[in-house]
């Protein structure tokens, strides 16, 4: 008798799902497909990037002002959801070595909105910053 409660209870708990009673997974993460510059979708990106060009600039400027001779790469990766939202900005490489720099563009970057896509994306971009003398 034991035997054949604990197959029923089993048995019962196995058709919870068919029933819409299971537990609900989480949806596996999106995982971000890398868009190439080069094409048509990352032209669209890279243009979106470009129109905020004044602003990484002026983040440069001003440290460049208290600190002459700042120069220096600074990689990004900006990952967007479908939507067009950032949803990062990880520093990949820096040998600017301005924390100030990096976290005003992160933040630029990150409120930024870009062109949807039917997919999360994600795209490198290297910032080259040279003083130049007047």
């Not at 054949?4 to 609900?24: K, N």
């Not at 070595?97 to 990096?102: G, S």
């Not at 896509?117 to 040279?130: A, G, L, P, W």
């Amino acid at each position: 008798m034991r035997k054949v409660f604990i197959l029923l209870v089993f048995a019962a708990a196995s058709l919870l799902p068919f029933f819409g009673f299971a537990e609900e997974k989480p949806a596996p993460a999106d995982k971000p497909t890398q868009i190439d510059i080069d094409s048509l979708d990352g032209r669209r990106y890279q243009l979106a990037l470009n129109r905020s060009m004044n602003d990484i600039l002026a983040c440069y400027s001003k440290e460049l002002a208290k600190q002459p001779g700042l120069q220096g790469k600074l990689e990004l990766r900006v990952t967007i959801e479908k939507s067009g939202a950032t949803r990062s900005v990880e520093a990949r490489q820096d040998t600017l070595k301005n924390e100030t720099v990096t976290k005003c563009i992160q933040d630029l970057l990150l409120a930024k909105t870009w062109p949807s896509h039917s997919e999360s994306v994600y795209f490198d971009n290297i910032f080259n910053f040279t003083a130049t003398k007047k």
